[in-house]
């Protein structure tokens, strides 16, 4: 796209892509590891995982701020407020999807202490696995803004959810098993699911980067294959 | 995929403003100055009761094609007119009109404030005078009033009516002028710039008065600030180089606009 007349009005707009991508960047670090120190039990790991929350947290506070300040001085219009409008709304995302990171990191202790069966890390990193592919291409999608990827990724978000459907029953088998796995599954459970919103912060994402680019919203359901809400009732 | 296509969300954008007809109607409008044309083929309607914006940098024609609404352009020598323009289903070019009549019927404000040199009283029911809308004192009284009302200017002049419209603060003669131009009740009043000689608390009473006005009036308005077309208008037309770029609903215009020049120019960026 061409450059502003008022060359620091560019500085300002890149300055907002630059810390996009880089919370980006640590809150699928912060994902990634959590899951690691899960699946290891190791809770250094988990500890690291915590305190790098506030980085991010401090990230998401100086985008809002710096957008606040942009369009006060600038007051942009168009594509330009499209883009510090989804500024904001992305960085809230990622902020979200490091909370979840943290909150799976925070359960390491209380898993770490039970044993786990390893089919069933294998299934929790399988998850993560794709909500962090889901999460890599969103922010490759970012640097690109291509309306079109951006689509995909949004249709592909029902992948996750069959997986962490899967999953919840397999949890709920174990407990059934053995009363004692109530405990470490609960928060395996819990795990699982803040996984599975990865996937749909991503999916947010996705739609923001689609409205950035083209300034219509998409449209339509999201597909959906999340069906663990309906796990044991009507006796399915 | 069901993106809602861009076509689909300009229908219904459309359909919304289809429903107001169109007050005035410019086709294939041209102007020349001498030699040089300064407008090619505008085809640009208004809408009744809506605020209209004509944007759009320097030289590209907007106040030209402003100035055509009530026969501005006579005034200049070597200035020639192409095209049509109806008001209502008038074609104010026809030589049976009368210029004077049309000028009351689209009433102009300017962008410097140039009230007479006369009373506040007298600025204002100049118009309704030689156009003998009104013969008794108590007729001219009440007509000062209403219009000094509409341009919300009544409260700060009432005591000193004979005073001249002069001695008033820059936002206030603006305000005088509007007032003018709304004694003669004019069915449409275009504004070439009405706010750039104003302070901010001035710019914001007109552009007040402005959206009041549009109840009862069509308004046409000649801006160089993006700001302020999209706060006062309901449809834009941007022009470049004489031409029109594109026409739309205005909050599409400054959030989305289909013309690359358009995002461009309301972006400050250069192409």
């Known amino acids: 796209m061409s450059t502003h007349i008022v060359s620091v009005y560019d500085e300002d707009l890149k300055y907002l892509t630059r810390r996009i991508s880089e919370m980006g960047g640590l809150a699928e670090q912060m994902v990634a ?77 209380a898993v770490s202490s039970a044993s786990l069966p390893r089919q069933l890390a294998r299934g929790l990193e399988h998850l993560a696995e794709l909500a962090l592919m889901q999460l890599k291409e969103v922010l490759d999608v970012y640097a690109s803004r291509s309306p079109e990827k951006a689509n995909s990724i949004r249709e592909r978000d029902n992948e996750i959810d069959a997986i962490y459907t899967s999953l919840f029953r397999e949890l709920l088998t174990y407990m059934m098993e053995d009363p004692r796995n109530i405990t470490p599954c609960t928060h395996l459970l819990f795990c699982a699911k803040n996984i599975e919103r990865i996937g749909d912060h991503a999916t947010n994402i996705a739609e923001t980067i689609y409205y950035m680019a083209t300034g219509a919203q998409p449209v339509g359901e999201r597909p959906k294959d999340d069906t663990a809400n309906t796990v044991g009732a009507f006796g399915k | 995929m ?69 026969r501005m352009n006579d005034t200049i020598d070597n200035c020639r007119v192409m095209g049509k323009i109806t ?55 009440q007509i000062v009033e209403q219009s000094l009302q509409k341009a919300g200017l009544w409260n700060e002049v009432k005591d000193r009516l004979h005073e001249p419209g002069t001695g008033l603060s820059g936002g206030q003669q603006q305000r005088l002028c509007i007032a003018r131009a709304v004694a003669v009740s004019p069915e449409v009043i275009l504004m070439d710039e009405p706010c750039s000689a104003l302070d901010p608390i001035a710019t914001a009473k007109v552009e007040e008065l402005i959206h009041e006005l549009r109840t009862n009036f069509t308004i046409v308005i000649v801006t160089h600030s993006m700001q302020q077309a999209a706060r006062v208008s309901q449809r834009t037309a941007m022009f470049h180089l004489g031409n029109l770029v594109e026409e739309n609903d205005t909050d599409k215009m400054f959030t989305n606009p289909d013309d690359q020049r358009t995002q461009d120019y309301i972006m400050g960026r250069f192409g």
Do not use: W
Request: aromatic share 6%; hydrophobic share 40%; charged share 30%.
């Open chain 1, 33 to 109: 590891e959590s899951v690691r120190a899960l699946v290891n039990a190791d809770l250094a790991l988990a500890q690291k995982v915590i305190s790098d929350d506030t980085i991010l947290d401090e990230a998401e506070r100086q985008i809002g701020e710096k957008a606040i300040v942009t369009i006060a001085k600038r007051q942009p219009m168009a594509a330009d407020l499209r883009e510090i409008m989804g500024s904001i709304r992305i960085a809230a995302d990622l902020e979200r999807v490091g909370d979840l990171g943290k909150n799976t990191a925070k359960r390491v202790i």
């Open chain 2, 87 to 141: 008001l209502d289903e008038d074609d104010i070019y026809d030589p049976s009109i009368d210029v004077v009549e049309l000028r009351a019927r689209v009433g102009m404000v300017f962008q410097k404030p140039n009230p007479f040199p006369k009373s506040i009283y007298e600025n204002v029911s100049y118009g309704p005078k030689i156009h003998g809308l009104a013969r008794s004192k108590a007729d001219f009284d």
């Open chain 2, 2 to 70: 069901n993106m809602m296509s861009e076509a689909a969300v300009e229908k219904a954008l459309d359909q919304k403003m289809n429903a107001v007809p169109f007050k005035m109607i410019g086709k294939d409008v041209s102007v020349y100055y001498g030699e040089k044309r300064a407008l090619f083929d505008v085809n640009l309607n208004v809408r009744e009761n809506t605020v209209t914006a004509l944007i759009g940098p320097s030289g590209c024609g907007k106040s030209t094609f402003l100035r055509t609404l009530n």
